[in-house]
């Protein structure tokens, strides 16, 4: 497999999993990457309309990789995840191939839950009544003002 199909599919299954999981066990309670403040990364608080953020979540790869290329009609290059094979019929292979490995990481942001949905909706709702009462106030006092 080509190390580009490999991080792909990868990441793929990571947030394919990811938004099963929260369709599967959002009826339980259960949140599957929960919304958290920016003051508090690693607590989730139900019901708070501060928990609006996503954590960025870190891939880390460790792959060992062989470098090939094919000549001829297509000739192509490129990085293949190394994969052993074994056999129990009694042949025997050889082949040389140098292996290197490959230390990576991808940062990614997984699909926000509906309880992230659910705040951000609370946490605007709060502002706009917060702002509500501002103007309300600001008008009040602008009437009785020595100034008006």
């Known amino acids: 497999m080509d190390l580009k199909d ?4 990868t990441i793929a299954g990571i947030v394919d999993a990811t938004t099963e999981l929260q369709e599967i066990y959002e009826e ?10 920016v003051q508090e990364r690693d607590l989730y608080e139900e019901n708070n309309a501060d928990h609006t953020y996503r954590r960025v979540e870190t891939i880390e790869f460790d792959v060992a990789v062989t ?11 490129g990085l293949r995840i ?37 705040n951000r909706q609370a ?10 009462a501002i103007a309300a106030s600001r008008k009040r006092g602008s009437k009785g003002s020595w100034m008006a």
């Open 67 to 77: 470098a090939s290329s094919e000549t001829g009609g297509g000739a192509k290059a």
């Open 82 to 118: 190394l994969s052993a094979e074994a056999g129990l019929d009694g042949k025997r292979s050889h082949s040389s191939e140098e292996i290197s490995r490959v230390k990576f990481s991808v940062p990614i942001s997984l699909p926000p839950s509906k309880a992230e949905g659910d």
């Open 6 to 9: 490999f991080v792909k599919e």
């Open 28 to 37: 339980k309670g259960v949140v599957v990457n929960p919304p958290v403040s």
């Open 123 to 132: 946490r605007d709702e709060n502002r706009r009544k917060s702002d509500e």
